[in-house]
């Protein structure tokens, strides 16, 4: 997936990982794309007790999106 950022063409990578940094899920976007709607295509089915994301992921969507699944949400607000 291609969209135009501000360097040009580009993608974003979003990743979800275990404690140790491994990827458990990936989800490609333009480089246009925001953040914050991809959060819960990209946890889902992933077992977890917790979410830690940084302020990009800030909506109340996501929080809603983390506790369905049983875990804690822990994202800094903007």
């Known amino acids: 997936a291609l969209g135009r950022g501000c360097g040009g063409?580009?993608?974003?990578?979003?990743?979800?990982?275990?404690?140790?940094?491994?990827p458990v899920a990936?989800?490609?976007t333009g480089a246009n794309a925001a953040d914050s709607p991809h959060l819960?295509?990209?946890i889902a089915?992933?077992?977890?007790?917790?979410?830690?994301?940084?302020?990009g992921y800030d909506a109340e969507s996501n929080r809603q999106a983390i506790?369905?699944?049983?875990?804690?949400?822990?994202?800094?607000?903007r």
């Open 45 to 55: 089915g992933v077992p977890t007790t917790a979410v830690l994301a940084d302020k």
């Open 26 to 28: 990936l989800h490609l």
């Open 67 to 77: 506790r369905s699944q049983g875990a804690e949400p822990c994202i800094p607000p």
């Open 9 to 22: 063409f580009g993608t974003k990578i979003h990743a979800a990982v275990s404690p140790l940094g491994h």
């Open 40 to 42: 819960p295509t990209l």
